[in-house]
């Protein structure tokens, strides 16, 4: 497995593989008509504007791409926040290699990554109340639940969110 900074050319396989992660992980939990949807036009145009000029690698944030034999097979993807914390916004791993390690290396390097350029500081992520295996996931991975939230998504239907927290000591040591 090679893992390296993603750049403005990964926009169209990430988005493919994030579609495919969302309609994988979250059937049955968002509407079917909307993963059937535009789901890939969506996250091509949120990638595409991600990995614009300046942005991606800029400081304050980062894509991470794992790669076997020139295919991409997951990403992380981490954004500072103005309240001072480290999103970890994307985790995904090709549906078929879930539990095969992938998800686990790229927390390691996502979290090494914000504990070298952005040290003192918690990383956190929200994921979907009724995703039960990314929550136990983020259990096995230290996270700790923080808060619970209902998010209006940009389609127009509310689903509870959970926020998952590392301390920045957490962060720092996590393996």
């Not at 169209?12 to 036009?41: K, N």
């Not at 145009?45 to 894509?63: K, Q």
């Not at 991409?72 to 970890?88: M, S, T």
Request: proline letters at 7%.
């Amino acid at each position: 497995m090679h893992f390296r900074t993603g750049t403005p050319d990964d926009a169209g396989v990430i988005a493919t593989l994030h579609t495919e992660s969302w309609r994988s992980a979250y059937a049955g939990i968002m509407p079917g008509s909307y993963l059937d949807g535009p789901l890939l036009e969506e996250r091509t145009a949120l990638w595409t504007d991600r990995l614009g000029p300046g942005r991606t690698g800029s400081g304050e944030d980062l894509l991470l791409v794992a790669e076997e034999d020139g295919a991409v097979q997951g990403f992380v993807y981490l954004a500072g926040q103005p309240d001072g914390r480290i999103l970890l916004d994307n985790l995904h791993v090709r549906p078929a290699l879930k539990r095969s390690g992938i998800g686990r290396r790229l927390m390691g390097r996502a979290f090494a990554w914000a504990a070298e350029c952005h040290p003192g500081r918690a990383v956190y992520l929200e994921v979907l109340k009724d995703n039960a295996p990314a929550i136990a996931f983020y259990e096995r991975c230290g996270g700790r639940p923080s808060r619970e939230f209902m998010e209006l998504l940009p389609a127009g239907f509310e689903l509870p969110v959970i926020e998952y927290v590392w301390t920045p000591l957490a962060v720092a040591s996590w393996n």
